[in-house]
């Protein structure tokens, strides 16, 4: 059987996304977090799944440093796009595009759809979160967090779309208006992740 690692390389190239990940594993008693190796090359996401890019991001770095890899994918899927952007969030608006490209191109996809009211910007964030061992056996969960498009970005915390996502179950305020540690709490990452430290604490058996 594969044993747990105490050293997990964070194999995200997105500085934004790994201290989040860095964050929120920070509590896992005996675990190390080393950073991405700059000589790395950056990973193509040529998934269809957030599973599948997850996977080949942490097998990748595993491969690479033959060290137990730690990464994650994300998508915002907005009901109203049918699901978009999903798992192509990150280049919604290019291969090259800026959090605000991205950001402004779904609220006018929004506009153009006549989805100007609460209750027709329904959204959800989900990540998958997986540890690739250098033996190839694997662990992962996933998370999410439901809630709705704001009309306008608001708060300078946080990235990506954070600054237009209201989750449910708060006062209103957008991922982006949230001190990190309250975003952590109930976030499609944070639970994502702390249901993978479960795992690697839980001493389940690696499939």
Do not use: C
């Not at 790994?18 to 996401?45: N, Y």
């Not at 608006?93 to 329904?122: F, I, M």
Request: proline residues 7%; charged residues 25%.
């Amino acid at each position: 059987m594969t044993s747990e690692p105490r050293s997990l390389v964070v194999a995200s190239a997105n500085p934004d996304k790994a201290a989040e990940i860095v964050a929120i594993l920070a509590t896992v008693p005996g675990l190390t977090l080393l950073p991405r190796p700059v000589s790395v090359p950056d990973v193509e996401e040529t998934g269809t799944t957030l599973l599948e890019n997850a996977r080949l991001k942490a097998r990748a770095l595993a491969d690479a440093t033959g060290t137990a890899s730690v990464a994650d994918d994300t998508g915002l899927e907005v009901e109203a796009l049918d699901g978009a952007p999903g798992v192509y969030s990150a280049r919604y608006s290019g291969e090259h595009a800026t959090y605000a490209d991205n950001v402004a191109k779904l609220l006018a996809e929004l506009a153009a759809r006549g989805a100007l009211e609460p209750g027709q910007r329904v959204a959800r964030f989900r990540t998958v979160a997986l540890v690739a061992y250098p033996d190839g056996t694997e662990r992962w969960s996933e998370g999410e967090v439901t809630g709705t498009i704001s009309a306008a970005p608001r708060g300078e915390l946080g990235f990506g779309y954070d600054p237009i996502f209201i989750p449910d179950g708060l006062d209103g305020r957008t991922f982006a208006e949230l001190a990190p540690e309250e975003k952590h709490g109930i976030s499609h990452r944070g639970r994502a992740f702390r249901a993978l430290a479960d795992q690697l604490t839980g001493g389940e058996s690696p499939s």
